[in-house]
């Protein structure tokens, strides 16, 4: 589920929590997970990494690895309470780094290969690496998580929430959704059948899957198609969801070059089997102009709910219109889009 | 001297109270192995080949065949296969010839990999309800694809390369026209272009009566360069270069002046009754660097227009060599298994030299991709693919495609006698003789070939459904849906493909 303000005003999670609780038939407690946006207004110019680890000691191995890259202009551990029906496996803690000046290059490639090596730790796990952004991810129930995190105490303009059942790993922290890279994260309702294409394929781009999960890939595919190859979130939709060729080819000349050309070259960057989607980005990728955007997407022959709203400048998307009407009862408009169509809210304001 | 001769392999049973005596079976055994005495058909086992044509044209089924019972004494080391070969070279010093593909290694790998299926996590996908999309697109794809402009003016920036369309990931090998007879080289060419494929040319030119399918040809150009000339670049889909093929690799071939017909002349454009000799390597080609000469050469020749294929033979170090002709510019790279058929070939090397398909296959995909040069080029599987489940295995390891010869010939009537290199095949596929030709129809020939290509096809849409797949690039290089069985732990390190039940 996801919930965006478009004129970028802060609310609470109390929105969010309602609406995924909602749906806790669709979860088992083994994976519940939250991403919001706008979150840290201070330091928004910094990469704020959220990173797990297994015991307390770690943070020194980490903090190592990381001063030898970064600056790192604060950390600390993200508060959490204990919640008995959430094993205490991890020690959440974050940290605010920016990349030194002698860096040459793209410095959100520069990030994720360091999260990447944090990832290497055998115990330590970055969650998310973007700015004014951050995940918070554990076992159990959504609403369990939040409850663990102290969600009350942030205000976001996006919300993304996710409850899992895992069906092809284990439930673990690092298994829950959202998956996040860089200012991307993504919830998903489904399973990926081309999760082995679609992996090797992004291993020729440099990206090394971690989490043991089929949705990981989603993230990723995200960031190569929209911040590395410049896509927009319209093409990028069309490669993770293609027309039938069928209907490609009724279109008209140009378009269906276009569109010919995007399946030929990223075939193997086409997701296959159930998913619908919830991705979010913020406004902090470098090298493409990018807003804080939140994108609904289904598989191209909708095997999975994806439902819509808008109200009063909020826009909810769901698998469950029930997820919506709980927390906003009479929406100005509800729909269901259509099979691999994107429904992109933007949020205007810079925050 | 005597010596012990072989009991000849088959028995030809004629059922005397059926036999009408019509001798049809006589006119219709190319190999003389039946003949008409004392008013009764009578045969010579030792001829015979096991065709079966006399089996099945006989109107009254009096004929069967049966395999001698084994009179030798048996031993694990000393087989029956081996002591024949010894005695028949010790009579003839001369190397034995073969067709068709490898037959003293039967295990193959594909029986040890198994394909995954949906189980109430995701749904399977019924493909008579739902669309699940086969064509696959050959050739070089582009690493990153810009576009320019704005709204409804956006363009594509990139410009891609020459690239091949198929309906279906199948497509006919290589086989020419010498080796097989017009009639069959027709039945294929009017196949593949009802299915939306390709076949090849073989190395033996291409007769004019296949021009009107040649969009739907990739034209070879072999060692010998037999029938190369500009037009029959012009009018090709594509064109490959044969290094090596699976049955023989670092051999070359060889048509002997018997079967260079006036037809076939000037097709291959030599002499009538001239030897036809492709040399073991290309005389232009000694290394790497010469064969990116040729490549560029050919691209140069059909302006940039069309891809450029090279086969190989999978050979010990076939991953470092398609690197290699990859970097040397080749759109597409055809592997020819160890299994792989052929018309002619020594018997030491088709069972002895190069390796199984699937590690090949997967070996190559593998190597491409650690040095970010897959999308450089198309990868096609050749070599024994039997079946549409072989086709999917090959898809899942890597393939974006895979060649099918004998199978395809299976679908024009061949009984696998082994028997191409005679050019006595009595179904009128792998001969010259203008009568043996005149059996095979053209058109009957194309409908089965056809029907083929179609049950396959079907088949794959069943598979991938089945899998929660609805289009075949999603299964390509997917690992992740195959397991293997009874296979040991370097075999599926190789493989990249976990042990069933993990």
Known sequence: MGITSENGTLFSAKQIVTGIKIMNDRCNGLGGGFAAYGLYPEYKDYYALHILLKKFELKDEVEELLKDSVNIYKDEEIETRPVATIPPDYVPWRFFVDVPERVEGSSDDYIINLAMDVNKIDGALVVSSGKNMGVFKATGYPHEVAHLYKLENYKAHTWLAHGRYPTNTRGWWGGAHPFSILDWSIVHNGEITSYGTNKRFLELYGYQCNFFTDSEVLAYLWDLLVRRHKLSVERASEVLAPPFWEKIEKMPLNEREIIEALRITYAPAMVNGPFGIVVATGSGLTGIACENTMIGLSDRIKLRPLVCANNDGYTYIASEESAIRAVCQHPEKVWAPAAGKPTVAKVNAYV | ?502
């Open chain 2, 1 to 502: 001297m005597h010596m012990y001769s072989a009991v000849p392999e088959f028995r030809v049973n004629i059922d005397r109270d059926r036999c009408r005596l019509c001798q049809r079976c006589i006119e219709n055994c190319s190999f003389d192995a039946l003949d008409w005495r004392d008013d009764k058909v009578k045969s010579f086992d030792d001829r015979c080949v096991g065709c079966q044509r006399c089996v099945s044209m006989c109107p009254k089924d009096a004929i069967t065949l049966t395999r001698t019972p084994s009179v030798m004494s048996r031993h694990p080391t000393w087989t029956e296969d081996i002591r024949r070969d010894i005695y028949a070279q010790s009579r003839t010093g001369a190397v034995i010839l073969a067709s068709t593909g490898n037959e003293l290694h039967e295990r193959v790998v594909f029986d040890n990999l198994l394909l995954d299926a949906c189980q109430v996590t995701n749904p399977a996908i019924d493909p008579l309800r739902e669309p699940i999309e086969l064509r696959t697109y050959i050739g070089k794809k582009p690493r990153i694809l810009e576009l320019e402009g704005e709204g409804e003016n956006v363009k594509l920036k990139t410009k891609l390369a020459p690239k091949l369309k198929l309906d279906t990931p199948i497509m006919i090998a290589q086989m020419s026209y010498g080796a097989i007879s017009l009639e069959a080289h027709e039945a294929l060419a009017r196949a593949v272009v009802m299915r939306g494929t390709t076949m090849g040319s073989g190395e033996g030119g291409l007769h004019k009566r296949l021009y009107p399918y040649a969009d739907h040809i990739i034209v070879q150009v072999a060692s010998g360069r037999f029938g190369v000339h500009p037009e029959y670049l012009d009018v090709a889909a594509g064109v490959e270069i044969k290094i090596g093929q699976g049955a023989k690799p670092g051999i070359g071939g060889h048509l002997p002046g018997a079967k260079i017909t006036e037809e076939i002349s000037e097709t291959r454009m030599i002499p009538v009754g001239t030897d036809a000799i492709s040399p073991a390597p290309h005389h232009d080609i000694y290394s790497i660097e010469d064969l990116a000469q040729l490549v560029n050469s050919l691209k140069e020749a059909t302006r940039y227009k069309k891809p450029v294929f090279v086969k190989i033979a999978a050979v010990h170090n076939v991953a470092a060599i398609s690197s290699g002709v990859t970097r040397a510019g080749a759109d597409a790279i055809v592997i020819d298994g160890f299994r792989a058929g052929t018309g002619a070939t020594p018997k030491i090397i088709r069972d002895n030299v190069g390796i199984p398909i699937e590690f090949a296959l997967a070996s190559v995909d593998q190597r491409l991709r650690d040095e970010g040069i897959r999308n450089e080029t198309s990868i096609i599987a050749s070599g024994s693919i039997r079946s549409s489940g072989d086709v999917a295995k090959a898809i899942a390891l890597g393939a974006d495609a895979v060649k099918i010869g004998t199978a395809a010939l299976i679908a024009l009537g061949c009984t696998v006698c082994k028997r191409c290199y005679t050019g006595k095949c009595a179904w009128g596929i792998a001969t010259q003789d203008p009568q043996l030709r005149s059996r095979l129809d053209v058109e009957e020939g194309a409908r089965r070939v056809s029907n083929l290509l179609s049950a396959w096809s079907i088949e794959l849409k069943e598979i991938l459904g089945a899998a929660g797949i609805n289009s075949i690039e999603s299964l390509r290089g997917n690992r992740d849906r195959l397991r293997g069985f009874g296979l040991d732990h370097t075999s599926l390190e190789i493989l990249g493909v976990e042990a069933a039940g993990t």
